[in-house]
């Protein structure tokens, strides 16, 4: 087991109780093994009064209620002094930064991450300054609460640390991780309800195999997400494919993937 954690997780809830998805499967795995440490914090613990408020009225009226700043405040003290530093604050927030597969490799690298979980109206504005927090989205939709964002964000990150996906190679293969989506996946049996598998992928001939992945990899992309092609690594080969794919198209004879 490794003296330390590659990665190090700080969550800062109002729900803790929800976070115990994120002790199963890979993750699970990866904590026992030492890689990966999530430690979740309930702010409720770093509140003063006897009600154990971490929320208040908006200054200057309106509708809904504000997380209070002082309780975050609290909380990343504490969490500076068990772990030696804060390491990079993210706060979830659906004004934030897009969170993208290459965010999340960033993330991966960073060694320290403590996520605050915002709800109601949001949070005061002086937690994210005054912790120097990033602000990172999971798309152009509001939730309930930063929760099911902030798994979110350690799921996507967490895979990506060296050791905890033990097959590194499918990680290296994933959607967006070259700016594709990723190819079509088949096991058996080589046919159900009179669904065959590509017959390529029974021939063992794993060069043939690679081009076709490849090719359906532009091929998915160009359908599904055609945006994502402007800013893809293509070489010259995938240039190749590309054009393979926009003549197969033109003529209705694509994949049928």
Not at 4 to 24: G, M, N, S, W, Y
Not at 55 to 73: N, S
């Amino acid at each position: 087991m490794p003296d330390r954690p590659k990665l190090r997780v700080d969550v800062v809830t109002i729900f803790p109780e929800a976070f115990a998805p994120l002790q199963l499967s890979v993750l699970g795995r990866a904590q026992r093994a030492g890689l990966l440490l999530v430690r979740v914090w309930n702010l409720r613990d770093f509140t003063t009064d006897r009600h154990r408020t971490t929320d208040d009225y908006p200054y200057g009226g309106g509708p809904g209620m504000v997380m209070k700043a002082e309780p975050f405040f609290a909380a990343a003290r504490a969490i500076a002094q068990e772990a030696g530093g804060l390491g990079r604050v993210i706060l979830t927030s659906p004004q934030g930064r897009p969170f993208t597969q290459r965010l999340a490799y960033e993330l991966s690298r960073a060694g320290h991450l403590v996520i605050l979980c915002g709800h109601y109206e949001g949070v005061d504005e002086r937690v994210a300054v005054g912790l120097r927090a990033e602000e990172i989205s999971i798309g152009d939709y509001v939730l309930t609460g930063g929760e099911l964002a902030a798994m979110v964000i350690v799921d996507a990150t967490a895979r990506l640390v060296p050791g905890v996906v033990g097959d590194e190679a499918s990680v290296r293969e994933d959607s967006f991780t070259r700016g594709l989506l990723d190819y079509p996946h088949y096991t058996r049996p080589a046919e159900v309800e009179g669904l065959r598998v590509p017959e390529v992928l029974l021939s063992g001939n794993h060069q043939a195999i690679a081009r076709w992945r490849r090719k359906e990899a532009i091929r998915r992309t160009l359908r599904r997400r055609p945006d994502l092609l402007q800013a893809a690594q293509l070489d010259e080969e995938d240039r190749a494919l590309l054009e393979e794919v926009l003549r197969e198209e033109r003529e209705g004879g694509g994949g049928g993937v």
